[in-house]
């Protein structure tokens, strides 16, 4: 998990914990990391904003303060649960840990009697997502296409044969329940679809991508669309 993903899912942790608050071991256990680094990203999460308060001493721990919570949201029992079905059954999408996180904020500010008639109905809705793409490798096309630059893939094609290639990310795009990577591919000069499921590996580079844009992919089918609001 990169420090940035960490720090988001440190920050929701602890905001479900509400006043229980959490200890510094059990954060450190739970992210895999040291006792230090997950001090150091406490102290990151508070220097950017994020309201943490600390109590000393036995049963201490951390926490975030009630004020930095949404307040609550009016949505109907159905409009929840279509909330987290979409994600659900998205669970290879991309920033699809993000979506998940910001639903269940959502989910824990609704009022009482709403939650529960939500968590009466999405337990009538089954999912079975598949086999989603290793966390490593989504998270470097995250952040590759996030931050705009080169990430460099290993990745096998239809025929099976395996190759490096330095990609520019344009555009992240599902056709037939299947995600693709569509970028610059600079073995092939030349835009390029890639299936997400067949990247084995991932890296993101400090190299900025060029000026490549959407409009060179060319116009989209009469059924897809950007999912912009």
Same mark, same amino acid.
């Given at each position: 998990m990169k420090r940035t993903e960490r720090l988001h899912a440190l920050a929701e942790m602890l905001r479900r914990r509400g006043a229980r608050g959490c200890?510094?071991? $059990?954060?450190?256990? =739970?992210?895999? *990391? @040291? !006792? $230090?680094? &997950?001090?150091r990203d406490l102290d990151a999460l =508070?220097? @950017?904003? +994020?309201? &943490?308060?600390?109590r000393p001493g036995p049963g201490g721990g951390y926490? +975030? @303060?009630? %004020?930095?919570?949404?307040?609550? &949201?009016?949505?109907s029992p159905a409009q929840a649960v279509a909330l987290l079905a979409a994600v659900a059954a998205a669970a290879d999408a991309p920033y699809a840990d993000l979506a998940s996180a910001g639903v269940r904020k959502i989910m824990d500010v609704l009022d009482p009697t709403t939650r529960a008639k939500a968590d009466g109905l999405a337990r009538r809705i089954w999912v079975d997502g598949g086999q989603a793409p290793g966390r490593a490798v989504r998270s470097a096309l995250e952040e590759g296409m996030a931050e705009q630059r080169i990430v460099r893939l290993r990745y096998t094609s239809g025929d099976g044969a395996t190759t490096t290639r330095d990609v520019e990310p344009v555009i992240f795009a599902s056709t037939s329940g $299947?995600?693709?990577l569509i970028g610059?591919?600079? !073995? $092939?000069q030349a835009m390029r679809w890639f299936l *997400?499921? %067949? &990247? =084995?590996r991932a890296t993101v580079t400090a190299t900025p991508c060029g000026d490549h844009t959407v409009d060179e992919i060319g116009e989209p089918p009469p059924t897809a669309r950007s999912v912009q609001a």
């Open positions: 200890t510094a071991q $059990r954060l450190a256990d =739970e992210f895999g *990391v @040291s !006792l $230090r680094t &997950i001090k =508070e220097n @950017s904003g +994020v309201p &943490i308060w600390s926490g +975030v @303060s009630s %004020r930095a919570n949404l307040p609550p &949201i009016t949505l $299947r995600w693709y610059w591919c600079h !073995l $092939r *997400v499921t %067949r &990247i =084995e």
